[in-house]
């Protein structure tokens, strides 16, 4: 093995020292350009997080909004339908009070028109009395203005009341009905009929029922 002088061993050694680390550098830098070059894993771990929370609230919110839709349009439906019901139960009601208040009408008026047939039947029958004649015939002259008077009655009853009543005119007529009272002045009529009194006392009580 041949020795070397010290020079020669020194700028040999520092040859191949230079060459390494000319060797290495490149070696370096690559590493660090391929280090530079890849991404930040964390980076990669954030943007996709927050890309998928993005999508994530846009889609719910879209969700969100459709369902608010649909629930307003179902309430408004069942509204809708609601009110028409109500608008139904509400004629249907109407039209039952209206049926329900005629009927009673009806009723009222049948009622009254039974409670005039008896009245008069009672009235015929107690008319038929001389003195209540009598008095019926007192109490209608009472109106009258004048003592010059006429009265008519139906002819069976003016055989009645005949010799009570001397100062006036009495005209006995078979064609009137039973409790005909008929008082005539010169400007003035008075009609105290029972017939007549009953009329105007159902039509009364027909107007206020």
Known sequence: MKNLPIEEFLLEEFSVNEQAT????PEK?????????LPNIDEIYQKAFNEGYEKAKNESELDCEQKLSNLKNQYDTKLL???NELKQSLQLIDARFNETKETIKNLENDIINIAIEISQKIIEKEIQNPETLKNLIRKTLSFAKSDKVKLKLNAQQAKLIESEFK???IIGDPDLEIGTI???????????????????LKRSLINES
């Open 22 to 25: 000319q060797q290495t550098l």
């Open 29 to 37: 830098e690559q590493t660090k350009e391929t280090e530079e070059a």
């Open 81 to 83: 339908n609601l009110n």
């Open 167 to 169: 100062n006036i005119e």
């Open 182 to 200: 008929i008082v005539e002045e010169d400007s003035n009529i008075i009609d105290a009929s029972i017939n007549t009194k009953l009329e105007e």
